[in-house]
């Protein structure tokens, strides 16, 4: 399905099984796919069968790669239905483990501004950007919700700009303002019978609908494919022919984080790493009646993982852990 198809078009329940099948097809991305179903099931209203999916990736014996955002989107579920008590004891633990996925911050922030928990929702997204924008001499565009988010809930407490709401206005791209779009008084103004303001405001309605449509339409990263070193060494075995691409291990590292660095340096926005594995790889090789061992294939696969939501963004957030693995800061290993 589009991101831009038409929400009466949508049959919510319909594409929430065909990404559970789907799923079942690819496990290596059931944490993606099942997270898309249990929004649709949210968006069909119904919201238990969400709850429940959020459930099964909660309790998979595979790990997860992002936990926090899937027990974020459940409490916001839960509090949508009644589970008021619950919802609010799962934000509690997503806000003391200070996940480092601006995403997780985002979704239990806003569920708790839409219950009218301003205070705490200002909170929540302060602690999020104190946690991703110290330091930090452009936000990477994940953190742009949060200062977003936190300019909005800022205005309607009434409250003073700081430098993170003057940083937001200068990110946000919309030809109305974010003072504008986030004025506390709109909503008087949808009662109005004044023809000036309800044009003022499907002007400001429109303008919100191109920065959704923006986001949406964001193509999935340039993304450039890492083989763990178990991965390489089985791919090797198999396909000695490959050993023109990755002379060893440590060279490959090298060579992805300069890659990197030198499509950022030509401009080249929204970056990311996907992993590969050595059975999805082959599959994909099978499903284009192509020898693993053509290189041309390699790019290809990667391109497919990206746009399979599998890449990560790079370079990592400041404080995370690297993306080779190692189990070190970023900055301390392929970062320094």
Known sequence: MRPDTPAENVDHNA??????????????????????????????????????????????????????LVRALKAANLW???????????????RATSPRDPAAWVIVAEALESHDELEAAHETFTEGARLFLADVS???????PLLFGRHRVRRMLGVAHDDWDMLAD??????????????PKRVWSLGSDNPTELAAEISRLRAELGTFREALSRPFPVAVLHWPADELTELLTAYPSLSSEYPSHEEHLATIEASLRELSASGTPNLGIVTG????????????????????????YATTLAARGRAVA?????????????GNLYTECHGS
């Open 314 to 326: 790079w370079p990592p957030q400041r404080g995370a852990g690297c993306w080779c693995g190692s």
């Open 15 to 68: 594409e929430a099984a065909r990404l559970e099948r789907t799923a079942g097809l690819y496990p290596e991305d059931a944490e993606h796919l099942l997270v898309q179903a249990a929004a649709h099931l949210e968006l069909s209203g119904d919201r238990p069968s969400a709850t429940a999916l959020y459930d099964r990736l909660l309790s998979s014996p595979e790990p997860l790669e992002n936990p926090h």
């Open 170 to 183: 200068t990110l946000h791209s919309s030809p109305v303002s974010l003072d504008e779009l986030h004025d």
């Open 138 to 144: 452009e936000p990477p565009y994940a953190t742009h």
């Open 277 to 300: 594995t050595v059975p999805s790889y082959e599959a994909f090789a099978a499903s284009e009646a192509t020898s693993p061992a053509d290189t041309n294939l390699l790019p290809q």
């Open 80 to 94: 949508e239905y009644g589970h008021e008590a619950e919802a609010r004891a799962i934000i509690d633990g997503v």
